[in-house]
């Protein structure tokens, strides 16, 4: 799709972008949200979204877990996002970053197929959240949505 664009340019001898690859490393953000109600959400890249949990107790330590609610997917550059969302909007409150960084896959199976099946295995590779991490869709109470947080040892 972009073969027209590469074509017309000499990226030796234009300052304009190169066509970039995917970024290799994909990305979390943990937000502390001080909504209605204050939580944590904790947002792990699958292809080109932020597949998005609430964490009401926040990011479990070793050996704990957490129930988060699946909520709705958000846009990549999500992740850099903090500040105050105005009252009477959907989430009115303030935003922090809590931590960001790079994650792996520690399955075999694809992070997407991952999230399929639900079960994700993870390495958060954060300032303040590294190690291992799991995320279980339990739909604990028969609500689909429920997926425990769950730091491995
Ligand atoms: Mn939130």
Same mark, same amino acid.
Not at 13 to 29: A, L, R
Not at 129 to 143: S, V, W
């Given at each position: 799709m972009l073969e027209e664009y590469k074509k017309k340019r000499n990226f030796k001898?234009?300052?304009?972008?190169?066509?970039?690859?995917?970024?290799?490393?994909?990305?979390?953000?943990?937000?502390?949200?001080? %909504?209605r109600r204050l939580h944590y959400d904790f947002r792990i890249q699958i292809k080109n979204v932020l597949k998005s949990w609430a964490v009401p107790e926040g990011v479990p330590k070793d050996g704990e877990k957490k129930l988060a609610i699946e909520t709705e997917d958000h846009p990549l550059s999500y992740a850099k996002f903090h500040g105050i969302i105005p009252e009477g909007n959907y989430g009115a409150g303030t935003v922090e970053i809590q931590d960001s960084g790079t994650?792996? !896959? @520690?399955?075999k199976i694809t992070l997407e197929e991952s999230y399929k099946e639900g079960k994700i295995e993870i390495l958060l590779k954060g300032k303040k *959240? !590294?190690?291992?991490? %799991? @995320?279980? !869709?339990?739909? *604990? !109470?028969?609500?689909p949505k429920n997926w425990l947080l769950i730091k491995m040892n």
């Open positions: 001898k234009t300052p304009e972008p190169i066509i970039s690859k995917k970024p290799k490393k994909i990305i979390f953000v943990v937000q502390k949200h001080d %909504a994650f792996e !896959n @520690l399955r *959240f !590294n190690g291992k991490y %799991a @995320l279980i !869709n339990t739909k *604990f !109470n028969k609500n």
